[in-house]
């Protein structure tokens, strides 16, 4: 990673549900201001992995830190403690979240959507977060909609909202959890310009998605996974256009 600092920094991560072991052993570091897209079939642990990064998910094993701060846990000498929910819900400020499936709040206009989390949490004062909820909708282009409601707006638009939400905290890594397959096809690109546009500002993202295109286009690093493991890493030209393993090809020749 040269002289990158490490901003994501997934090691040795092993997750199960029961007995189905869905992360066996996950390595991942993502620098400061990189895109990481990671690819790979339905059920892989995509999701799980994203999960665990801000701790919705606790791990069985392996450890998550992001920008040296270790996600979910303090160190005093050879042993972990588990945070307190407030110290985990702090922490969790700092990662911004996006879903599929937009997860507005229904009964808040968009501006309120915006606003919610940096009031509650304190960490802006109204007027402030007002002002910065403004520039955020003019930054993802929806200036106009700020007293609508998430249900009168298009599925676009209402993941345009969502990134802005996820902004507005000002997290130090965002995750984007295939944002535009729950999107009509001709909606799919004015989402992907957004985030286009906040990889080239230099946002530390990672972002799960099946749109091959658009990880040519703007990942720095591209990563496959199947069944809990990373089975491949690298650039785009290289992953995509070279895959040097025989599951990723499988793959690339399904959805490509
Ligand atoms: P992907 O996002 O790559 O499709 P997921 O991380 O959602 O994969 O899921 C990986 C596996 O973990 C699947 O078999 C799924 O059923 C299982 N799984 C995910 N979340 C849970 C959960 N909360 N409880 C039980 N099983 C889960
Ligand atoms: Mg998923």
């Given amino acids: ?19 189905n072991e869905v992360l066996r052993g996950v390595d991942l570091r993502v620098g400061t201001g990189e895109v990481v897209v990671v690819l790979g079939p339905s059920g892989s642990g995509k999701s799980t992995l994203l999960r665990t990064i801000n701790h919705l998910e606790k791990t069985d094993r ?21 945070l307190r929910e407030r110290e985990i819900l702090r922490q969790r400020a700092h990662v911004g979240f ?13 501006v309120e959507n915006i606003v919610e989390a940096p009031i509650s949490t304190g960490r802006k004062p109204r007027a402030e977060a007002h002002a910065q909820a403004r520039r955020l909708l003019a930054r993802v282009g ?14 676009g638009q209402q993941q345009r ?43 530390t993202m ?18 496959f996974m199947d069944a809990g493991v990373v089975v ?12 040097q393993h025989p599951r990723t090809r499988a793959f690339l020749s399904k959805v490509l």
């Fill in 1 to 19: 990673m040269g002289e990158v600092k490490v901003m994501v920094d997934v090691r040795g991560v092993h997750k199960s549900f029961g007995d």
């Fill in 62 to 82: 392996g450890l998550v830190s992001i920008d040296g701060d270790l996600i979910g846990y303090r160190r005093r000498g050879d042993k972990l403690y588990e």
């Fill in 98 to 110: 996006v879903f599929q499936n937009f997860n507005l709040f229904p009964h808040l206009t968009v």
């Fill in 142 to 155: 929806l200036s106009d909609k700020e007293n609508a409601y998430p249900r009168h707006l298009s599925g």
């Fill in 161 to 203: 909202v969502a990134i802005a939400r996820a902004l507005a905290l000002e997290p130090k890594v965002l995750l984007f959890d295939e944002p535009t397959s729950a999107l009509d096809p001709e909606l799919v690109g004015e989402v992907l310009d957004v985030i286009r546009d906040l990889a080239r500002s230099g946002t």
């Fill in 206 to 223: 990672i972002v799960v998605t099946h749109e091959i295109g658009f990880a040519r286009d703007v990942a720095d690093s591209v990563v």
């Fill in 232 to 243: 491949e890493q690298g650039p785009p030209a290289q992953v995509l256009d070279d895959p």
